[in-house]
C-alpha cells in the first residue's frame, strides 16, 4: 500500500506570496491532518479534515486554511506569506478520526519563504 | 498552561544498553499516549500507543509506560542499536473525550547509540 505522499517535497517563496500544498492519504484514510514543524516550536497541529469537513484547528491565524476533496485528498493554503512560515509542513492521515487512530505521516514539504 | 515536555537535551548510550527517554504532561488528562520516531527530513514514524488503563505495553524491544498520577510515560529501548538513533516525539490529544483527530506533540527527544 503506497504511504502519504506530499506535493512538492520543497518550496522557495517570496514574503506576501500565496502557497498551497497537496497530500495524498493512504488509499481508504479519510481523516487528514496537517502540521507545522519548526525548531523552535515543534510539531504544531494546523487542522484536521475528515470526510471533507474541517473538525478541528489549531491556534494559527486565518491566512492558514485548508480544504479535503471528496477523494480524501487535502491540500492546505497559506496566503500572505511571512518569513516565520518557513518551516516543514507535514500531513498524516488516518483511518478515522480520535485520536485513537495511529497517524501516518508523509514526508513533508519543506517551504522557506525569503 | 498546557504542555507536554521531553528531555530536551540529546541522549547518547552505548550500544547494547537501555535507553529511557521521559515524556511529561500538566493541564492534561489524556486517555492515551502516542510514541512516534522521526529520523531526519522524514516525518514521523507511529511506534506504540498506550492508554490510561494499560500501564505498560511492549512491542519488540520498545517498552512504554504511562502512569496517569505522575502524569509521565516512559519510552525504553532495550538492546539499543545505532540504527535507533533518532528523535522520538510523544504526544496526546488534549481533549477530554480524545475523539479529536488533534494531537499535540512534545518538542522530541534526540537519541544517540554509540557502537
Known amino acids: 500500500k503506497a504511504g502519504v505522499t506530499q506535493t512538492p517535497r520543497y518550496l522557495i517563496k517570496t514574503r506576501g506570496q500565496q502557497v498551497t500544498l497537496s497530500c495524498s492519504p493512504i488509499?481508504?484514510?479519510?481523516?487528514v491532518s496537517w502540521y507545522q514543524q519548526t525548531p523552535g516550536q515543534g510539531l504544531q497541529f494546523l487542522f484536521e479534515?475528515?470526510?471533507?469537513?474541517?473538525?478541528n484547528k489549531g491556534n494559527f491565524p486565518g491566512r492558514f486554511s485548508g480544504r479535503q476533496f471528496s477523494n480524501s485528498r487535502s491540500e492546505m493554503n497559506v496566503s500572505t506569506l511571512e518569513l516565520g512560515d518557513s518551516a516543514l509542513y507535514l500531513c498524516?492521515?488516518?483511518?478515522?478520526?480520535?485520536?485513537?487512530?495511529?497517524?501516518?505521516f508523509g514526508p513533508g514539504t519543506r517551504l522557506t519563504v525569503t | 498552561s498546557q504542555k507536554i515536555e521531553q528531555n530536551s537535551e540529546a541522549l547518547n548510550i552505548q550500544e547494547g544498553k537501555t535507553a529511557t527517554l521521559t515524556c511529561n504532561y500538566t493541564?492534561?488528562?489524556?486517555?492515551?499516549l502516542q510514541w512516534y520516531r522521526q529520523d531526519p527530513g522524514r516525518g514521523p514514524v507511529f511506534l506504540l500507543l498506550?492508554?490510561?488503563?494499560?500501564k505498560e505495553k511492549r512491542k519488540e524491544r520498545l517498552k512504554v509506560t504511562f502512569d496517569t498520577t505522575l502524569k509521565q510515560s516512559l519510552f525504553h529501548i532495550t538492546a539499543s542499536q545505532p540504527a535507533d538513533s533518532a528523535t522520538y516525539l510523544c504526544?496526546?490529544?488534549?481533549?477530554?473525550?480524545?475523539?479529536?483527530?488533534?494531537?499535540?506533540f512534545g518538542q522530541g527527544t534526540t537519541l544517540q547509540v554509540k557502537p
Open positions: 498524516a492521515s488516518s483511518v478515522g478520526t480520535g485520536g485513537l487512530n495511529e497517524q501516518y
Open positions: 488509499s481508504g484514510h479519510r481523516s
Open positions: 479534515y475528515f470526510s471533507e469537513t474541517q473538525r
Open positions: 493541564n492534561y488528562s489524556p486517555a492515551y
Open positions: 498506550i492508554r490510561e488503563n494499560e
Open positions: 504526544a496526546l490529544d488534549p481533549s477530554m473525550e480524545s475523539n479529536t483527530g488533534k494531537l499535540i
